[in-house]
């Protein structure tokens, strides 16, 4: 049963342009999410979180949306750099500190 | 400041054999969380130990087990390894009651 999912397994985006990763969740008692970023050989590294009494939340050029009657989130990425090209998971949690990750999407940014 | 260490880098076992994975946490981190990722997938929760104690636990059979040392280092063994084990690894330290966790860069396991 997959509680987190990334449908997108690929994107590709043209360095300068926004990257939109998206994520849908079905456990309504979710109330934290978080998004990683992993290369290859590394372990994933934190880019930011949201809590769901939120509706946004703003990191540089990182912005996560949560929409909770839709159990759907999404990250935006503004503007693109090559350096942005690696594997992003979703992750939520229940409030107990154990993380569900989704299956990843691997974003390519094209110079 | 180092973050979190894990060894080995890549380990091959052999079907029924055991394995043991060790863990240094980041410094000032007391709170000690493992994952598996097979190919393809994203991290699946294995356990979390937190004062020497196992706190929580994912869908994982009992061949998995930990043990948390008074330094917060950490252990994963497996035992009576089947092929489906064979997956990259993550082992993840924080501060209790946070979500600030670091990861390392992982074990790559293979069974043969």
């Known amino acids: 049963d997959q509680q987190v999912k990334q449908n997108s397994p690929s994107l590709s985006v043209q360095e300068g342009r926004i990257s939109i990763l998206n994520c849908d969740y079905t456990?309504?008692?979710?109330?934290?999410f978080l998004w990683y970023k992993k290369y290859p050989a590394e372990g994933p590294t934190f880019l930011i979180s949201i809590s769901s009494i939120k509706d946004k939340n703003e990191d540089g050029r990182f912005t996560v949306f949560l929409n909770k009657s839709a159990k759907h989130l999404s990250l935006h990425i503004v503007p693109s750099q090559p350096g942005d090209s690696a594997v992003y998971f979703c992750a939520a949690s229940d409030g107990n500190e154990k993380l569900t990750f989704g299956t990843g999407t691997r974003l390519t940014i094209i110079p | 400041d180092a973050g979190v260490t894990q060894s080995p880098t890549h380990l091959i076992k052999t079907r029924g054999q055991q394995v043991t994975l060790r863990c240094s946490p980041k410094s000032g981190h007391d709170t000690v969380s493992w994952y598996q990722q097979a190919l393809g997938q994203g991290p699946q929760f294995i356990f979390q130990?937190?004062?020497?104690?196992?706190?929580q636990r994912g869908n994982f059979p009992d061949r998995f087990s930990g043990h948390q040392f008074p330094n917060y280092s950490s252990e994963l063994n497996v035992n009576a390894l089947l092929l489906g084990d064979s997956a990259l690894y993550l082992c993840?330290?924080?501060?209790?009651?946070?979500?600030?966790?670091?990861f390392g860069s992982g074990t790559r396991l293979t069974v043969v």
């Open positions: 456990n309504s008692m979710f109330d934290y």
């Open positions: 993840a330290s924080s501060v209790r009651d946070t979500y600030g966790y670091t």
């Open positions: 130990y937190y004062e020497e104690e196992e706190r």
